[in-house]
């Protein structure tokens, strides 16, 4: 029976003065949140999960773990996710679990040690809980960097097209396992829907080619190839050159050519399209 | 073998465990290539020498440290870089220095490349124990 008296102590608690307490929690939490939360919304979080917590107290939940805590846990995730959105820090999430012992310490103030007791039950229940929130908030960090990282690596890799019959990838920083398939699926699928038979591969975004990155390249032509296309990797910059020449890479039967603009002209020849300066013209 | 470092030249150890941590190995490479006031030819070759062998150290050597700093002689000034790995060594070293071998998937240009892009390389292996490699490039 000592459990459930213990609960009855900590409901007894939190429910002696639900609407003053739950008010005072609002205010603690608006102040140190600034004006950033609208006042509505936090206060409709908050004493949603006010609810909650005295409910799951009222049906015995021990620690954060506690199967009757599952409310209160939703609630916190539900919270979290959306202060890591909007670019709060940790402590500023987990202030609006912690500001709840702060309310409530008045009223250790004339209470008896039994209040003493269950505030003390309550706070430790409280600290799972504000772990429970930068838990969450971390996780919620974690998948928005992945995220953005993955949506950087779509970013990265245009394929653009430079006339008819041509189409051009830019290459800009570093080249590993991950980006070199993105960058050839995107290449192998741009000249199906281009019909293009040209295709250039721009390294001058590319800071260095060693034998890794030059092994990527060759496969990339070598399958675009396979599918009836001609590669030109230009941009090769004069470290980039000598550098290659004494790795002893061999870019045999591959054209490479120093300017995006030379390796345009050839692809034009290539594809029979003369280009004609005007006399008169002004230059 | 004896380590390139002057006295007063402490080195950063760096550990090379993913292959994000070969894009930083560059990235501190460079920062002491132009430290250093390395001609932009040397400096690419040795960003270049120095990716090959973290990878490798990556790859073969199943991740390991790389020690990077400046080195000093009586002229002249220099990048140094020691990788070192406890992975399963090289058994055939003459072998592994021949251009196209690979016991892996890559070109086999990685380490005999590398030698060919640095001032100074030294290679020390023992089979079972792990290799170490350290590469110099002195500024001109």
Redesign the interface.
């Given at each position: 029976m000592a459990k459930q008296d213990n609960a009855v102590d900590l409901v007894g608690l939190l429910a002696a003065e639900k609407q003053d307490l739950a008010a005072s929690w609002v205010r603690e939490v608006q102040e140190s949140l600034g004006r950033r939360v609208g006042a509505a919304e936090l206060d409709r979080e908050l004493r949603e999960l006010y609810e909650a917590l005295v409910e799951a107290l009222r049906q015995g939940a021990q620690d954060v773990h506690a199967e009757q805590m599952s409310e209160v846990r939703a609630l916190l995730t539900e919270l979290s996710r959306n202060r890591a959105r909007q670019g709060f820090s940790p402590s500023e999430t987990a202030i609006s679990v912690f500001a709840l012992k702060t309310v409530l310490e008045p009223a250790l103030r004339d209470g008896s040690a039994d209040t003493v007791r269950a505030y003390l039950q309550l706070g430790r229940i409280l600290d799972g809980l504000g772990l429970f929130t930068i838990e969450t908030y971390t996780q919620t960090r974690d998948e928005l960097i992945t995220a953005q990282a993955e949506q950087l690596l779509e970013l990265s890799t245009p394929v653009v097209r430079l006339w008819d019959g041509v189409i051009a990838v830019p290459l800009v920083g570093?080249l590993?396992?991950a980006r070199t398939q993105v960058v050839m699926e995107k290449l192998l699928q741009a000249l199906v829907d281009t019909g293009s038979e040209q295709a250039i591969i721009d390294i001058t975004g590319v800071?260095?080619?060693?034998?890794?990155v030059?092994?990527h390249l060759l496969k990339t032509i070598v399958a675009a190839r396979l599918m009836g296309a001609e590669c030109t990797v230009s941009g090769i910059s004069?470290?980039?050159a000598?550098?290659i020449v004494?790795?002893?890479?061999e870019f045999d039967g591959i054209v490479t050519k120093a300017s995006l603009a030379d390796a345009l002209k050839l692809a034009l020849r290539r594809s029979g399209v003369d280009m004609v300066a005007h006399a008169g013209v002004q230059r | 073998m004896t380590a390139p470092w002057a006295a007063g030249d402490d080195p950063q150890v760096y550990s090379v465990a993913r292959s994000a941590d070969v894009v930083q190995i560059r990235q501190v490479i460079r920062a002491l290539a132009q430290q250093c006031r390395l001609s932009l030819v040397d400096q690419t070759k040795m960003i270049t020498a120095a990716s090959e062998l973290a990878r490798n150290t990556l790859t073969y050597g199943g991740g390991g440290t790389v020690s990077a700093g400046v080195v000093s002689d009586a002229s002249k000034r220099g990048v140094a870089a020691v990788f070192e790995d406890s992975g399963p060594g090289i058994a055939d070293v003459d072998q592994a220095m021949t251009d196209g071998w690979t016991s892996g998937g890559g070109l086999g240009l990685g380490l005999s490349g590398a030698r060919r892009l640095v001032d100074d390389f030294r290679l020390h292996t023992v089979p079972g124990e792990g290799t170490t490699v350290t590469i110099i490039k002195w500024a001109r």
């Open positions: 570093t590993d396992s800071p260095a080619v060693d034998t890794q030059a092994q004069p470290q980039i000598q550098t004494a790795l002893g890479i | -």
